[in-house]
């Protein structure tokens, strides 16, 4: 059984490692930026993220990892980031470590603080139930950065809740997605919750598109955005940005 010291120790042994998955714009088709995900390399073996991350979400080993997490990303991205073209950078963040202070810390140790634009909080849906969550949007904007429901679809918000959520973007569940037939057929909910978002100026990532007829039908939605196997697999730093020079 994996515990948060198990993680802490793999974290200072230097055990896990990045992988972006890109985020493309489904009207150019052209790469605008990626989401972290992190791994766990354990005696040449990856441990399943489905292993550890939900122990990691109910620890205070969450924390450090989260820092470390944008610390790498910074080291790896961080020229790619902040240049000229208007790139994101999507990070999973829990609610309860915005108000700490040690996300502000790991942007400016990560060389993105002049730039916090470009850093997309991610924030599950779980996570927005209730006022800690609401407060950790704002936080999160305070900073600079864009703020993302993620997961959307999964947990206790609906679509009244989202009036008041104040977020950026909304990261639709792959759930929704897998809804889309293979001809293109349209899911009325995801109509609604296309329109409602476009109403309220958010825009949406959809995640997990799989096949063509996803993207064709997301797109005439006005999804803006999309993630998925359809278009690469994570990919480590350097293979994300050969990827990101052939789909900019």
Partial sequence: MI?????????????????YQPTMDLRRGSCVGAETLIRWARD????????????????????????WVIEQAGRELGSWLTGEAPVHLGVNVPPHILGRG????????AGLAEHPERLLIE???????????????RQ????GARVAIDDFGTGEANLLQLTRLEADVIKLDKAFVD???ADGRTP?????????????????????????????????LGVHMAQGWYYSRPLRA????????TYA
């Fill in 3 to 19: 515990d948060a010291t198990e993680i802490l120790r793999a974290l200072a042994a230097d055990e896990f490692f990045l992988v």
């Fill in 44 to 67: 040449g073996r990856l441990v399943p993220p489905t292993r550890f991350i939900p122990v990691l979400e109910r620890s205070d080993a969450i924390g450090p990892l989260t820092e």
């Fill in 102 to 109: 040690s996300l502000r810390r790991a942007t400016e140790r």
């Fill in 123 to 137: 924030i599950t849906e779980r996570g927005i139930a209730d006022e800690i969550g609401l407060a950790a949007i």
């Fill in 140 to 143: 999160g904007r305070a900073l």
């Fill in 179 to 181: 809804e889309i037939g």
């Fill in 188 to 220: 009325r909910l995801l109509k609604g919750l296309a329109a409602l978002c476009h109403a309220l100026e958010m825009e949406i990532i959809a995640e997990g598109v799989e096949y063509a007829a996803q993207a064709r039908c997301l797109r005439d």
């Fill in 238 to 245: 350097r293979e994300f940005l050969a990827f990101y020079r």
